[in-house]
């Protein structure tokens, strides 16, 4: 896993490939070109770690259920005590510390765990110290042991010589009578020939030169076993040195490259937002507002007034209704009456109740009750002949009231036609203003209101246009970058979209850079030790003359003829006992 992030103003490549202890990072600076370790990322992640992270923003599904185990008082608490969103994690979490603290140390408690964690802390301190006093010893001992590994191996060396030397001895022993005779022999040659005998410091001087020059060999055959002729270089890498100076001019605009990638992201989630913006505006209108025009201010003010004379015509029209239907009821209520009344002539039913009323006062009562009765009876038998006389003066009266009306109603008719010819006459207005301003395919009563969701629309979709044209810049950058690659194509494995292919590029770029630098170490490393080795040729050289010279002043060829020509000197100065004495010196 690979991504790319910016921190303080610096473009960060970090790649963790999973495994033990967190894995294998890769961590570096892309702004400074610069590695980085893993200590890094966490020094620049501190204090935040995995536990503190998963404690403070990582929640399952019965944290989330817990909330509805508050009661109304808790729940306040909470929200009282904390007063943010996200509350109930950083709860569960105030808890959970306490209970963990409660854990760590009880006051009533036999046994302390923090204590015992102390208690542990020095035990373990005090090992470490006596670690760290071992440690010492065990690098003296370590160092004691190198060294007498590399004593062992020069006695080794020493012993693999004496060992040749035992078995040269060994052959001569074998041929000890034969070399009796031939110092008998040399004896009575011994005044015709000058012979330079070998002493045991010549000899000594011949055998160091002769180890030193086995020694030097051998080390230049282990240089030589050891030696890497050709350094190991991929095809990838061939590819990359070959085109050196073209893959440098690409990686310069990376960065950049890479944080136009990002800026494309960005830009395409405030597409995606405007697009949903201005779906939700027709959604919520239930048209397309893409063809509507928006109103200028001279349009808007046109449109007001005639709105407002409408509405105002419109209350007027109502009102006037109103006062004609009850114009319309008076009339008829009072042309009712007035037919009523000039249908009858003496009102039976007074005259009836009058009658009525005289006798049950002449036979049901007496005196003054009588008299009174007899009275009253004979009134309301008086108000129901008389009544039509009456009436014709009330009826004068009505016909005078229905005429006013009758004027009133034909008043209100020639208002409500004329306001009706006048709301005709505003409609057609609004009709041809709808059709100048392609409006029509809303209703008149929201020409108004939609003109702020239009402002608002028409601004969403400048900046979607915007974000478009910036996507579109971007994109092309992109393009244009990824194929200037297209030759390494190939050999970086180019494909996918635009991130897969820049991760491709960058990781291609890392490894060239890695394995560059192991190259260079390689090479530094075989350039040392060819001039080792050529030190060690030189040397060898030099031993072979100087030993190839001692060889020749005692008249020899090889080591085992020196040794036998060594072993029949001592023998011959042992047998005549006398010593050889001084021969001459081996330079």
Same mark, same amino acid.
């Given at each position: 896993?690979?991504?790319?992030?910016?921190?303080?103003?610096?473009?960060?490549?970090?790649?963790?490939?999973?495994?033990?202890?967190?894995?294998?990072?890769?961590?570096?600076?892309?702004?400074?070109?610069?590695?980085?370790?893993?200590?890094?990322?966490?020094?620049?992640?501190?204090?935040?770690?995995?536990?503190?992270?998963?404690?403070?923003?990582?929640?399952?599904?019965?944290?989330?259920?817990?909330?509805?185990?508050?009661?109304?008082?808790?729940?306040?608490?909470?929200?009282?005590?904390?007063?943010?969103?996200?509350?109930?994690?950083?709860?569960?979490?105030?808890?959970?510390?306490?209970?963990?603290?409660?854990?760590?140390?009880?006051?009533?408690?036999?046994?302390?765990?923090?204590?015992?964690?102390?208690?542990?802390?020095?035990?373990?301190?005090?090992?470490?110290?006596?670690?760290?006093?071992?440690?010492?010893?065990?690098?003296?001992?370590?160092?004691?042991?190198?060294?007498?590994?590399?004593?062992?191996?020069?006695?080794?060396?020493?012993?693999?010589?004496?060992?040749?030397?035992?078995?040269?001895?060994?052959?001569?022993?074998?041929?000890?009578?034969?070399?009796?005779?031939?110092?008998?022999?040399?004896?009575?040659?011994?005044?015709?020939?000058?012979?330079?005998?070998?002493?045991?410091?010549?000899?000594?001087?011949?055998?160091?030169?002769?180890?030193?020059?086995?020694?030097?060999?051998?080390?230049?055959?282990?240089?030589?076993?050891?030696?890497?002729?050709?350094?190991?270089?991929?095809?990838?890498?061939?590819?990359?040195?070959?085109?050196?100076?073209?893959?440098?001019?690409?990686?310069?605009?990376?960065?950049?490259?890479?944080?136009?990638?990002?800026?494309?992201?960005?830009?395409?989630? +405030?597409?995606? $937002?405007? %697009? =949903?913006? !201005?779906?939700?505006?027709?959604? #919520?209108?239930?048209?397309?507002? @893409?063809? /509507?025009?928006?109103?200028?201010?001279?349009?808007?003010?046109?449109?007001?007034?005639?709105?407002?004379?409408?509405?105002?015509?419109?209350?007027?029209?109502?009102?006037?209704?109103?006062?004609?239907?009850?114009?319309?009821?008076?009339?008829?209520?009072?042309?009712?009456?007035?037919?009523?009344?000039?249908?009858?002539?003496?009102?039976?039913?007074?005259?009836?109740?009058?009658?009525?009323?005289?006798?049950?006062?002449?036979?049901?009562?007496?005196?003054?009750?009588?008299?009174?009765?007899?009275?009253?009876?004979?009134?309301?038998?008086?108000?129901?002949?008389?009544?039509?006389?009456?009436?014709?003066?009330?009826?004068?009266?009505?016909?005078?009231?229905?005429?006013?009306?009758?004027? +009133?109603?034909? $008043?209100? %008719? =020639?208002? !409500?036609?004329?306001?009706?010819? #006048?709301?005709?006459?505003?409609? @057609?207005? /609004?009709?041809?203003?709808?059709?100048?301003?392609?409006?029509?395919?809303?209703?008149?009563?929201?020409?108004?209101?939609?003109?702020?969701?239009?402002?608002?629309?028409?601004?969403?979709?400048?900046?979607?246009?915007?974000?478009?044209?910036?996507?579109?810049?971007?994109?092309?950058?992109?393009?244009?970058?990824?194929?200037?690659?297209?030759?390494?194509?190939?050999?970086?494995?180019?494909?996918?979209?635009?991130?897969?292919?820049?991760?491709?590029?960058?990781?291609?770029?890392?490894?060239?850079?890695?394995?560059?630098?192991?190259?260079?170490?390689?090479?530094?490393?075989?350039?040392?030790?060819?001039?080792?080795?050529?030190?060690?040729?030189?040397?060898?050289?030099?031993?072979?003359?100087?030993?190839?010279?001692?060889?020749?002043?005692?008249?020899?060829?090889?080591?085992?003829?020196?040794?036998?020509?060594?072993?029949?000197?001592?023998?011959?100065?042992?047998?005549?006992?006398?010593?050889?004495?001084?021969?001459?010196?081996?330079?």
């Amino acid at each position: 896993m690979s991504f790319f992030f910016t921190h303080h103003g610096e473009h960060y490549w970090l790649k963790r490939v999973s495994g033990t202890h967190g894995g294998e990072v890769t961590f570096r600076n892309l702004t400074l070109d610069q590695d980085l370790t893993k200590q890094d990322l966490n020094t620049m992640l501190r204090p935040l770690n995995k536990s503190l992270f998963q404690q403070i923003y990582c929640f399952d599904e019965r944290a989330l259920q817990a909330i509805f185990t508050l009661n109304r008082f808790d729940l306040t608490q909470r929200i009282q005590r904390i007063g943010a969103i996200g509350s109930d994690s950083w709860i569960g979490l105030t808890k959970q510390l306490t209970q963990d603290a409660q854990q760590l140390y009880k006051p009533r408690g036999r046994v302390q765990p923090l204590v015992t964690k102390l208690k542990q802390y020095d035990e373990l301190t005090q090992k470490l110290e006596s670690a760290k006093t071992q440690y010492s010893k065990y690098l003296t001992i370590e160092q004691t042991v190198q060294d007498t590994q590399r004593t062992q191996n020069g006695v080794t060396a020493q012993l693999k010589t004496r060992k040749a030397q035992v078995n040269q001895y060994q052959r001569l022993l074998s041929g000890f009578e034969d070399y009796q005779q031939v110092l008998a022999l040399e004896q009575h040659g011994a005044e015709s020939e000058s012979t330079q005998h070998i002493s045991t410091d010549d000899w000594q001087q011949v055998t160091q030169r002769y180890t030193k020059v086995v020694q030097l060999q051998q080390e230049l055959d282990e240089l030589s076993g050891h030696m890497t002729e050709n350094v190991a270089m991929t095809a990838s890498q061939r590819f990359y040195e070959s085109h050196q100076q073209q893959f440098d001019q690409l990686a310069n605009q990376l960065p950049e490259q890479l944080a136009n990638a990002h800026d494309l992201h960005s830009q395409e989630a +405030q597409r995606t $937002a405007f %697009r =949903r913006r !201005l779906q939700g505006f027709e959604t #919520q209108y239930g048209l397309s507002l @893409a063809h /509507l025009q928006l109103l200028s201010a001279e349009a808007v003010t046109a449109l007001t007034d005639l709105l407002q004379t409408k509405q105002r015509t419109s209350i007027e029209q109502e009102t006037t209704t109103k006062q004609w239907q009850k114009h319309q009821q008076d009339f008829n209520r009072l042309s009712d009456q007035s037919t009523t009344t000039a249908t009858s002539g003496v009102d039976f039913k007074w005259l009836g109740a009058g009658i009525v009323v005289v006798l049950i006062a002449l036979f049901a009562l007496s005196g003054l009750f009588r008299t009174l009765g007899g009275v009253a009876g004979l009134l309301i038998a008086g108000y129901g002949i008389f009544k039509p006389t009456l009436n014709g003066t009330q009826r004068s009266e009505a016909d005078s009231q229905l005429a006013l009306l009758s004027s +009133q109603l034909d $008043a209100d %008719r =020639r208002q !409500l036609h004329a306001l009706d010819d #006048q709301l005709i006459n505003l409609d @057609a207005q /609004l009709n041809q203003f709808g059709q100048l301003h392609q409006l029509t395919s809303v209703e008149p009563d929201q020409w108004l209101p939609i003109q702020t969701a239009l402002r608002e629309y028409q601004q969403v979709q400048m900046r979607l246009n915007e974000t478009q044209q910036q996507i579109d810049h971007l994109s092309r950058s992109s393009r244009a970058f990824l194929s200037q690659w297209q030759f390494a194509g190939e050999v970086i494995g180019l494909g996918g979209d635009v991130d897969h292919q820049l991760s491709q590029i960058n990781q291609f770029l890392s490894e060239r850079h890695d394995e560059s630098r192991r190259l260079q170490r390689d090479k530094q490393t075989e350039a040392a030790a060819k001039l080792h080795r050529q030190s060690i040729n030189q040397q060898l050289q030099h031993g072979r003359q100087s030993f190839a010279q001692a060889l020749s002043t005692f008249g020899v060829s090889d080591i085992e003829s020196f040794n036998q020509r060594y072993q029949a000197d001592r023998t011959l100065a042992e047998k005549n006992g006398s010593s050889t004495g001084a021969c001459k010196a081996v330079n």
